[in-house]
């Protein structure tokens, strides 16, 4: 099994282009997430999907919109990037409740000039 | 809002002793979870502690929560070149659910 696919693994963008981070999962997990990496402040959640269908903001959501399509995906679109969005984005999956762990994709090294 | 503390923030192991992280919340936790971060790499689960006072291992890492629930910990005993990498505290609070927020990392070097 794959497990957290995500796509692209880099992308370059200058300021004001838009670009959609796209993310697959195989394992019929039902929640998915999406998180943001920068030197020094470990991970901060982005948005999340408890369910298909269903979508919340995380600690950081500005300039950030997503679209759970199905169960399977959930992408995360930057409508106007800036350079603050500079950043190692991770997909990440898990089944419904508290206690399940998350599962990672490999990431997408996005770099904003 | 929950305030998560981790600490140190970086660690130089002599390869051979051992060393503690620690993961400090404001507010009580409904659980806990540790992930580690390989160079380049991305966060892989190692454990889930969710009784106050649990205590778990795993080969040489020792996890332990808080008999308050508010704090928690990693212990590794014996480094190898093997544990080069970052350790994050997830925990999750009594009254959010989904919103896993991670510690900054304790970021681990081994030297031989």
């Known amino acids: 099994n794959a497990g957290v696919t995500q796509t692209p693994k880099f992308q370059v963008l200058k300021t004001g282009q838009s670009m959609t981070l796209q993310c697959a999962q195989d394992?019929?997990?039902?929640?998915m997430y999406w998180y943001r990496q920068d030197p020094g402040m470990g991970l901060r959640l982005i948005y999340y999907s408890a369910s298909e269908g269903t979508t919340d903001k995380g600690e950081v959501p500005n300039g950030y919109n997503v679209s759970r399509l199905n169960k399977r995906e959930f992408s995360l679109r930057l409508e106007s990037a800036a350079p603050s969005q500079t950043s190692v984005y991770f997909c990440a999956s898990s089944e419904a409740g508290k206690n399940s762990p998350l599962h990672f994709g490999n990431g997408t090294r996005l770099t904003v000039t | 809002g929950q305030q998560v503390m981790q600490i140190p923030q970086y660690q130089h192991v002599q390869e051979g002793e051992d060393f503690t992280t620690y993961c400090n919340s404001s507010?009580?936790?409904?659980?806990i979870q540790w992930y580690k971060q390989r160079p380049g790499g991305h966060p892989v689960f190692l454990i889930q502690l969710v009784k106050s006072g649990e205590v778990k291992k795993q080969k040489r890492l020792t996890f332990q929560f808080g008999e308050a629930k508010k704090n928690s910990s990693l212990h590794i005993t014996a480094t190898q070149t093997t544990d080069v990498g970052t350790y994050f505290c997830?925990?999750?609070?009594?009254?959010?659910?989904?919103?896993?927020?991670f510690g900054a990392g304790t970021q681990v070097v081994v030297t031989p």
């Open positions: 394992m019929n997990h039902n929640s």
């Open positions: 507010t009580t936790l409904s659980n």
């Open positions: 997830a925990p999750l609070s009594t009254d959010s659910w989904g919103k896993l927020q």
